[in-house]
T-cell receptor
Framework: GDSVTQMEGPVTLSEEAFLTINCTYT??????LFWYVQYPGEGLQLLLK?????DKGSNKGFEATYRKETTSFHLEKGSVQVSDSAVYFC?????????FGKGTLLTVNP | EAQVTQNPRYLITVTGKKLTVTCSQN?????MSWYRQDPGLGLRQIYY???????DKGDVPEGYKVSRKEKRNFPLILESPSPNQTSLYFC??????????????FGEGSRLTVL
């Protein structure tokens, strides 16, 4: 079946540091890929998505590129802020089913 | 405002006492789904529904029931709750027309504790 593996946290960074959260996937067919973010006490919100190979999703300074050859969708941000502290979930959607990674807790210190 | 609304947000109950967590969306979405979130396990799908009267099991359906009598509502029923169903539950919805590209919209979550 489909699966998503993302780097385990927690990740702790200082403000303005560079962020990478690795995500790889296994799926049949051609899934769409997503990053969702969960702020403390809230539900999940879509951060960005990519629907086909080589697509780059971007939002709020975050980026991720759909790499079919390496089955990866790594999340990056050049300069994180304290307000980026949250749990980040990589996910794939295929045949209407959304499969999540286990989540990575990011803490950004001032 | 487009939203997915879950109730209750917090509930403490005892083993065996039937409960229902309601979910309602106002976006005319065909697809609705329930997930549970547990530490170290991420989100796992319990049940999903492609449209009215169409439901199917997700990855962890044991101990749960659902119904989809109206397009906007998708209640989650725990007939006889047990402590291993203590979890944070999320309802989500999307259009089916988006196919596998569709974004899911999530409710704010319902934290359930079964004693």
């Amino acid at each position: 079946g489909d699966s998503v593996t993302q780097m385990e946290g927690p990740v702790t960074l200082s403000e303005e540091a560079f962020l990478t959260i690795n995500c790889t996937y296994t799926a049949t067919g051609y899934p769409s890929l997503f990053w969702y973010v969960q702020y403390p006490g809230e539900g999940l919100q879509l951060l960005l998505k990519a629907t086909k190979a080589d697509d780059k999703g971007s939002n709020k300074g975050f980026e991720a590129t759909y790499r079919k050859e390496t089955t990866s969708f790594h999340l990056e941000k050049g300069s994180v802020q304290v307000s980026d502290s949250a749990v980040y979930f990589c996910a794939l959607r295929s045949n209407y089913k959304l499969t999540f990674g286990k989540g990575t807790l990011l803490t950004v210190n001032p | 405002e487009a939203q997915v609304t879950q109730n209750p947000r917090y509930l403490i109950t005892v083993t065996g006492k039937k409960l229902t967590v309601t979910c309602s969306q106002n976006m005319n979405h065909e697809y609705m789904s329930w997930y549970r979130q547990d530490p170290g396990l991420g989100l796992r799908q319990i049940y999903y529904s492609m449209n009215v009267e169409v439901t199917d099991k997700g990855d962890v359906p044991e101990g749960y029931k659902v119904s989809r009598k109206e397009k906007r509502n998708f209640p989650l029923i725990l007939e006889s709750p047990s402590p291993n169903q203590t979890s944070l539950y999320f309802c989500a919805s999307s259009h089916v027309a988006g196919g596998h590209t569709g974004e899911l919209f999530f409710g704010e979550g319902s934290r359930l504790t079964v004693l």
